[in-house]
């Protein structure tokens, strides 16, 4: 059965961190490319970063490079956003994504991030 759990989502204040993990099972976890990405009500889900399994290559997202880093652990099945100087328009539901292709990919539950003093 595939998991993607996240956590590490919260509250916290402008100019502040967060790390967010996604612990995952039940898929070849270091073939696949893992991203998060991040949603707002009324709004399309936005990639955010991205890592792929063997090489590692890194993306991220305009809006975010800089401040966020991805990161993954393939002996845990764990992939990370590292999210440095928060502002508030970063608050979104955060959902990691695995993929493999545009037939074999899993979707997390989220986890909702607020940046607000």
């Known amino acids: 059965q595939v998991q993607l759990v996240e956590s590490g989502g919260g509250l916290v204040q402008p100019g502040g961190s967060l790390r967010l993990s996604c612990a995952t099972s039940?898929?070849?976890?270091?073939?696949?490319?893992m991203r998060w990405y991040r949603q707002t009500p009324g709004t399309e889900r936005d990639l955010v970063a991205g890592?792929?399994?063997?090489?590692?290559?890194?993306s991220y997202a305009d809006s975010v490079k800089g401040r966020f880093t991805i990161s993954r652990d393939n002996a845990k099945k764990t992939v990370y956003l590292h999210m440095n100087s928060l502002k508030p328009e970063d608050t979104a539901v955060y959902y990691c994504?695995?993929?493999?292709?545009?037939?074999?990919?899993?979707w997390g539950q989220g986890t909702q991030v607020t940046v607000s003093s």
């Open positions: 994504h695995a993929y493999l292709s545009n037939y074999t990919n899993y």
């Open positions: 039940g898929f070849s976890f270091n073939l696949y490319t």
């Open positions: 890592i792929t399994g063997i090489t590692e290559v890194t």
